[in-house]
């Protein structure tokens, strides 16, 4: 069985996520989609409503099932893998003040989500107008925007282009591994959010090679940055190693480092070549928890088969992290 792929949506309150979410659901790209929410009042979707299920669950155009979410969340995904209908795509909604840390957690710690499921990606919406401040204010605002695989600004057509440029700028420093794209009257093309994850070889290799770039700029300039304090207790850092890695050390040092620091590991990211295996390795783990190692189908022709390692750390100093990963390195068995 192919793991569905799950999509997190997020973005602080009034940031724009049912108006994306409605518009997402009238795409053929998005057919066959369940959405999970926490009440069906909060969202209109009057206008695809095809059929009531039950008390926790509707019919929606094009295939798409929206479920509220009554108790935990894997409790709700559970219930949505026994349901008849088809689903190709699970899309979480959370609420605007939500950490999304707890539900990526759930879904890389739970051992059957994990055959049933896969983390597509987390979409963090910001509001152009009021984003800045929003920011500058709100913790949760700055962790969504900080674990996200993709940034949509919306209500650009109401901001200045100046206002547009400072939030976009401050974003990319914030979370240099993530694209920051734009919503054009509430909407934008699914094909832009998802694919987002990391156990996708086709354009990953690209993708993390920008945020080895991009990452590695941001850790060598970040004091160039006119940064928000809180900002500020944002880093990322980004590794590169040319010889294949032995995954005894890397995983003694991963381990410690959830153990001991995860609350400080706001993302981390990789594309490995490890010792004795043929095609790269891609991971990603969130604070206490490290999904499992994915063995992806080849490198790509050309491709220096270097591993690639990305963290976003918040109250963490990078060199920290990156002394101790070499440590470890270099301390397991030849």
Known sequence: MTPIPVTLLTGFLGAGKTTLLNRLLQQEAMAGTAVLINEFGEIGLDHLLVERLDEDAVLLAAGCLCCTVRGDL??????????????????????GLADPAPILQTLMSDPWLLRQYRLDGVVTLVDAVHGMATLDAQPEALRQAAVADRIVLTKTDLATPEEVAALRGRLSALNPIAPVLTAVSGGIEAAALTDAGPFSADGKLADIDRWIEAAGHHHHHHHQHDVNRHDARIR?????????????????????????????????????????????????G???????????????????????????????????VEDGLRAFLQAAPA
């Open 236 to 284: 990322a850092v980004a590794l590169r190693f040319t010889e294949p890695l032995p995954w005894e050390g890397l995983a003694s040092y991963l381990e410690m480092l959830a153990v001991t620091q995860g609350q400080h590991v706001l993302r981390m990211k990789a594309l490995l070549n490890l010792r004795g295996q043929p095609a790269p390795v891609a991971m990603h």
């Open 286 to 320: 969130v604070q206490h928890s490290f999904h499992p190692p994915q063995l992806l189908d080849a490198w790509p022709e050309g491709d220096d088969r270097s591993s690639r390692i990305v963290f976003i750390l918040r109250d963490l100093d990078p060199r920290v």
């Open 74 to 95: 894997s409790r709700a995904l559970r219930d949505l893998a026994e349901r008849p209908q088809e689903i190709r795509r699970v899309v979480v909604e959370t609420t």
